[in-house]
């Protein structure tokens, strides 16, 4: 099993920075990729950013390329997600995901470990 707990979601203005961290147990953190999702009020829950085991590889969806950053520490067993210039459209409950393999995925249904959430609102 593995425990993941996020953190440092609040209410900030459009174009803030954001800075989310995720705390892993219960299993060899380098041993995991890890993934960033969120969930908006009313919609689905959408792919946000993934990183592989050794932090060599990362991935984002279109719309956080270039402002989200995922990175990851293997001794403090910790992912983060550096969130610049946000959006109102960012709005939502961001969750920390975790999967033993190798490969990284943007597909939530490769997960089997998630966090509760965090919320993240940004006022325009």
């Known amino acids: 099993q593995v425990q993941l707990v996020e953190s440092g979601g609040e209410l900030v203005r459009a174009g803030d920075s954001l800075r989310l961290s995720c705390a892993a147990s219960?299993?060899?953190?380098?041993?995991?990729?890890m993934g960033w999702f969120r969930q908006a009020q009313g919609k689905e829950r959408e792919f946000v950013a993934t990183i592989s085991r050794n932090g060599a590889f990362t991935n984002y969806a279109d719309s956080v390329k270039g402002r989200f950053t995922i990175s990851r520490d293997n001794v403090k067993e910790t992912v983060t997600l550096q969130m610049n210039n946000l959006m109102s459209e960012d709005t939502a409950v961001y969750y920390c995901?975790?999967?033993?393999?190798?490969?990284?995925?943007?597909?939530?249904?490769?997960?089997?470990?998630w966090g509760q959430g965090t919320q993240v609102t940004v006022s325009s």
């Open positions: 219960g299993r060899t953190f380098s041993m995991l990729a």
């Open positions: 995901a975790a999967r033993s393999s190798i490969l990284t995925s943007n597909a939530e249904r490769e997960y089997p470990y």
